[in-house]
């Protein structure tokens, strides 16, 4: 009973959010470092005539650029992990830290020695790194000249990036996942693919030519592993959408179905390495004609992963009646669940919903499952003696692992491991913001990229420990 012996038990980062050091060591600009901080972040990065603007003059406070400094403060950090237990940690490798502009002739050395650095230290303590290729962070020279993953020309370009980086890290990596929230293309397609496209929720073409072309890109990144890194797992990675109805009106309910197949299409590909029948229709209803290799059919086919891993932090309502009141979301919002109650920025708590979860992709897949991400962002505030009391926190984890312990314990899902978001603070994806904080670790940063980047252990960090230590029991 319980959680299985080796389960990995851990928490997650990724490179633009936390490493800083943005053109340090031969690195080049990334997607996200031309994302600016604040609550208007979002609605610029999905605003095509500002971000070229923004591209051609880079002006105002860029968060990324020093972000938690996490490039010089690495060991540090890891040693914090390891006081925790971690069995697993996962980060990102910057594809800009190894090709600056991504299509240059070397791979920078100073960048692929810097996650040698970081991977022995992992190992130091006996941590798996575990590894996603692509986490919203595009050389941004390949937006200039291809405009990101609309174009193929970045499938041949990602290959090479990744067989060098499974080339030199095959013996210290052992877990890796291909895109991050490989569905935020449809909804963020600059920062999930690095693409300017006018009008997205219109422009159906471009994003699922993106999408398109990172799946091929994904399930050649597969083959690449089972070549260079054989005993290796490889995963994808979804922002996993469970879509209620608001009502039981079959309104309602077919709303939300088709609400989750833009999600599941991305994993249905994957994991069974073909387009579902209901996508080809999509395709056919909104026009969009594919421009698709002649070997991409074969390479889907071959490039299906080992387990598939997600992000959840809430559930999404769905109603068909424009009346009901909206609430925010993670890539997308939905109406407000009365049931549910939200985090300060209106993401709506659900731990059951983790179960409902879980369930429903095991039986859909029936492939191991890994959380990657799950977490409640709120803001901390020390106390005068500076201590950080997060029960707020505790709280929404605690219930968070009750719900992954029934879905493995009475449920029989499989599930390797869960890593919790930003298990040190770092900069928001969707608003650049320091204070919209994940971490057992607290970092002295603040929304103006003003502090002194000290790390001080939260309260959730001693009960994280213990989580770990009694491998699940300790609630
Ligand atoms: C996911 C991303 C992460 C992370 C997280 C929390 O969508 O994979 O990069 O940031 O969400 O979102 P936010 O930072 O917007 O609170």
């Given at each position: 009973m319980g959680f299985p012996q080796g389960f990995l038990w851990g928490g997650a980062i990724a490179a633009n959010q936390t490493e800083g050091a943005c053109l340090e060591d031969g690195k080049g600009l990334s997607c996200a470092d031309v994302a600016h901080g604040g609550k208007g972040r979002f609605a610029e990065l999905t605003n095509a005539a500002r971000m070229r603007e923004i591209i051609a003059n880079p002006q105002g406070f860029f968060p990324s650029h020093e972000a938690i400094d996490f490039y010089h403060h690495y060991k540090e950090d890891i040693a914090l992990f390891a006081q925790m237990g971690f069995k697993v940690f996962r980060t990102s490798i910057a594809w800009a830290r190894i090709f600056p502009n991504g299509d240059d002739a070397e791979a920078n050395e100073a960048g692929l020695r810097f996650y040698d650095n970081v991977f022995d230290e992992c190992r130091k303590y006996g941590i798996e790194p575990l590894v996603t290729?692509?986490?919203?962070?595009?050389?941004l020279t390949l937006t200039k000249k291809?405009?990101?993953?609309?174009?193929?020309?970045l499938i041949p370009l990602f290959e090479r990036y990744v067989r060098v980086v499974l080339q030199r890290y095959k013996d210290k990596v052992r877990y890796w996942l291909t895109f991050?929230?490989?569905?935020?293309t449809l909804f963020a397609p600059f920062l999930g693919a690095g693409a300017i496209i006018d009008d997205p929720k219109r422009n159906k073409q471009a994003v699922y030519q993106c999408a398109h072309n990172q799946l091929v890109a994904s399930a050649l990144t597969v083959k690449a592993c089972r070549e260079i890194a054989p005993d290796a797992k490889i995963g994808n990675m979804i922002a996993a959408m469970l879509v209620y109805p608001y009502t039981c009106r079959p309104e309602d309910v077919w709303l939300a179905a088709e609400m989750e197949r833009k999600t599941y299409f991305f994993s249905d590909v994957q994991l069974r390495g073909y387009y579902p029948a209901y996508m080809k229709c999509f395709f056919k209803k909104h026009g969009i004609n594919l421009k698709i290799g002649t070997d991409d059919e074969r390479i889907l086919r071959e490039g299906t992963v080992d387990f598939l891993s997600f992000s959840y932090y809430m559930s999404t309502t769905v109603s068909s009646s424009p009346e009901q009141a909206q609430t925010a979301g993670n890539l997308f919002g939905g109406v407000k669940n009365p049931y549910l109650k939200s985090s300060e920025w209106g993401w709506q708590i659900d731990p059951l919903g983790l179960r409902i979860l879980l369930n429903f992709l095991y039986d859909r897949y029936q492939k191991p499952l890994f959380i990657v991400e799950n977490g409640l962002g709120a803001k901390d505030t020390p106390t005068p003696d500076g201590s950080i009391n997060d029960d707020y926190r505790i709280d929404y984890l605690r219930e968070h692992i009750k719900a992954m312990k029934s879905a493995v314990e009475e449920d029989g899902v499989e599930l390797w491991g869960y890593t919790t978001w930003g298990c040190i603070d770092l900069i928001s994806?969707?608003?650049?913001?320091?204070?919209?904080r994940y971490g057992f670790i607290y970092v002295d940063k603040d929304d103006e990229g003003n502090g002194s980047l000290t790390r001080t252990v939260k309260k959730s960090f001693g009960w994280y420990r213990d989580i770990i230590a009694s491998n699940g029991e300790k609630l």
């Open positions: 290729l692509s986490h919203y962070e595009s050389p291809y405009n990101g993953w609309e174009s193929r020309e991050n929230e490989i569905n935020a994806a969707s608003t650049g913001e320091m204070s919209k």
